[in-house]
């Protein structure tokens, strides 16, 4: 649409849905004109452009140079992929990419090098500023390649130089917690503390922390399954997993004597069933902290957190000889391979001391054939 008070100028819409005004004139490259008609900065641009003279670059504090990494930056975060992040995924990412964006080298910014000029040699340069922390560095690469799948949708590249290149640190993950120090957490916070329902819930649900934290009263239900030629009235919570809320599974996990016990002195008119000590949920990170804090109290050394209580239940599973479908279905796993580690492990050493016992048994009859009798 053409404006009425500036000659040769029109108005354009943005693939975002975005007003931009450009002047236009035959035999001259197009000229887009800053902010909004009758605005100084619009006027003396547009005066510029009639003179045929280059406009002066004005640079934003926050935008980066044209098909930069920074740019990406800005377009990444009105993907619909960004948008659908939880708000703790959407700050990680977002801490992290700002850090990246801003490491320098030769004096200049990462951020503001031409993304089409990144290499593999470059992509490896800035993982190695993170190999301290091998986590750390997984996370990077995945940021970088949310950079970069911006690049290539808006065809500023043609291939991708993170291609193949993978960051996964081997570690044993969150420890398993023993009974030896379920025991200490267990003599040191008595049924009926909040330090102990946390403690409770983790173990006996296998839950998340983030499911720990939303489980409500009103999620206790009575179901009625089939058990053989029987029914069985069957007490326990029915919940939406929180993790992954688009895709959240909904499952029943029974209420066994175990967990029975712990939540027995609790008051059932609270709305969650942990409670602060101010009297409502807590967040998901401020328990993570608090469980750090009670284990500490008990004397247990650090590295056993909630989710150590959701893998000691897979062990308890698996020793029982759960099988790999039973683990899925209580731990809310849809990745069988997560299930059958417990399975392995358990395996692994209930076959291992049954072999053991038989090389025992034959060892124990050779040295007694062994012997000769004398009369």
Not at 139 to 150: A, D, S, T
Request: glycine fraction near 6%; include cysteine; hydrophobic fraction near 35%.
């Amino acid at each position: 649409m053409k404006h009425p008070d500036y000659p040769g100028v029109s108005s354009m819409v943005t693939r975002h849905g975005k007003t931009r005004w450009r002047y236009r004139k035959s035999g001259r490259k197009d000229v887009m004109l800053p902010g909004e008609p009758h605005t100084p900065e619009f006027d003396e641009a547009y005066q510029r452009a009639i003179l045929g003279r280059s406009a002066p670059i004005i640079r934003h504090p926050n935008s980066g140079h044209p098909r930069s990494l920074k740019a990406a930056y800005r377009l990444l975060k009105e993907t619909t992929e960004w948008r659908a992040l939880d708000d703790r995924s959407r700050t990680r990412y977002r801490q992290t990419i700002e850090r990246v964006l801003t490491l320098k080298i030769g004096g200049v910014e990462w951020g503001d090098g031409p993304i089409a000029d990144l290499k593999r040699a470059h992509v490896k340069k800035i993982l190695s500023e993170f190999s301290h922390t091998p986590h750390m560095e997984r996370i990077v690469l995945i940021c970088l390649r949310k950079l970069i799948m911006v690049a290539l949708d808006e065809e500023w590249i043609e291939s991708d130089p993170t291609y193949k290149m993978s960051r996964n640190p081997q570690t044993d993950g969150h420890k398993a917690w023993t009974p030896a120090i379920m025991e200490k957490y267990e003599k040191r916070w008595k049924i009926g503390t909040r330090q102990r329902t946390a403690y409770a819930l983790a173990l006996w649900l296998g839950n998340r922390v983030s499911d720990v934290t939303r489980l409500r009263w009103d999620h206790l239900v009575t179901k009625h399954i089939a058990d053989g030629d029987q029914v069985r009235a069957v007490e326990g919570f029915e919940f939406v997993q929180f993790k992954g809320r688009n895709r959240g599974k909904s499952i029943f996990l029974p209420m066994t004597p175990m967990l029975a016990r712990e939540l027995a002195p609790l008051s059932r008119d609270t709305g969650t069933v942990l409670v602060s000590s101010r009297g409502g949920p807590y967040k998901d990170n401020t328990l993570s902290t608090r469980m750090a804090e009670w284990c500490a109290d008990a004397g247990i050394e650090p590295g056993y957190t909630m989710h150590g209580l959701r893998k000691a239940l897979g062990v308890k599973l698996a020793e029982a000889d759960a099988s790999t479908r039973q683990l899925m279905e209580t731990l809310g796993h849809s990745n069988i391979a997560y299930a059958e580690l417990y399975s392995r492990e358990a395996s692994q050493m209930r076959l291992a001391v049954q072999a053991m016992d038989k090389v025992a048994q034959v060892e124990s009859a050779r040295k007694k054939a062994a012997l000769k009798v004398v009369k």
